[in-house]
């Protein structure tokens, strides 16, 4: 495959063809050497790198319990446009010269936040909300409660554009299979038929509201994400004031 250095931390990672694709030029850019699937500072300014540059693909992450298949670092990519990315219904929560940050507002049914900005800003800012989810819910058996998604794309003026999908459950209870960027993402994927029969709009809604944060409970993550800013002088302290 074609092999990409993160010369900055000595890493070097390499994309390869998914044979399987889900999505059109589906690719796994994943790390040479071993690592756990773990969104580090370093991976997060990694992969905002080829966001920035590649412009027509778009990359993405499955934390642990967010619907992750393989244990070492890898991230998805695809030049397919997700239907998550076609929604424009925002409601704002901050905005600055280098960063803002909105939520998907109604009728999507679960909290998607978008950040967009400068990468040093959106990379900082993923880290201390992931780090905040990560003490919101400590211990192994609570690994649900802290995981996440992440889709690192562009807006239309080709802007960096991040969206974070917080969850608590990896499969809703009305299908068999694991709920990854894609289904978060508003692409459902199916594995097994009796999925595909499940697989309605209001089953997939309640799928949705199940796996993420209701719309009605943005307050609860909403206090997690300031919990997170508070812990810096960055002005996205400022942030986190409207539910």
Not at 107 to 135: C, D, S
Request: hydrophobic share 40%; glycine share 6%.
């Amino acid at each position: 495959g074609l092999r990409i250095a993160d010369r900055d931390n000595g890493l070097w990672y390499v994309a390869l063809y998914n044979p399987f694709e889900i999505l059109t030029h589906h690719i796994t850019l994943t790390s040479i050497l071993y690592l756990p699937q773990e969104a580090l500072l370093t991976h997060i300014r990694f992969i905002l790198g080829p966001t920035e540059k590649v412009r027509s693909f778009r990359f993405a992450f499955n934390a642990e319990g967010a619907g992750g298949t393989i244990a070492h670092l890898h991230f998805q990519g695809t030049d397919s446009t997700l239907p998550i990315e076609e929604i424009e219904i925002e409601r704002e929560l901050f905005s600055s010269p280098k960063l803002k940050l909105s939520r998907l507002d109604r009728p999507w049914p679960n909290v998607v936040y978008i950040v967009r900005g400068q990468k040093e800003e959106i990379a900082m800012f993923l880290i201390r909300t992931i780090e905040a989810l990560v003490a919101h819910s400590p211990g192994q058996e609570n690994k649900e409660k802290r995981a996440f998604n992440i889709l690192f794309s562009r807006d239309k003026t080709g802007q960096l554009k991040v969206y974070l999908i917080p969850r608590r459950k990896e499969t809703p209870s009305n299908f068999t299979n694991k709920f990854g960027f894609c289904e978060m993402s508003g692409l459902f994927v199916s594995e097994r038929t009796e999925d595909f029969e499940t697989a309605n709009k209001d089953n997939v809604i309640l799928a949705l509201r199940e796996t993420g944060y209701p719309q009605e409970e943005a307050s609860e993550i909403n206090s997690i994400f300031k919990r997170a800013a508070i812990r810096s002088s960055s002005p996205v302290e400022e942030a986190i004031k409207v539910d």
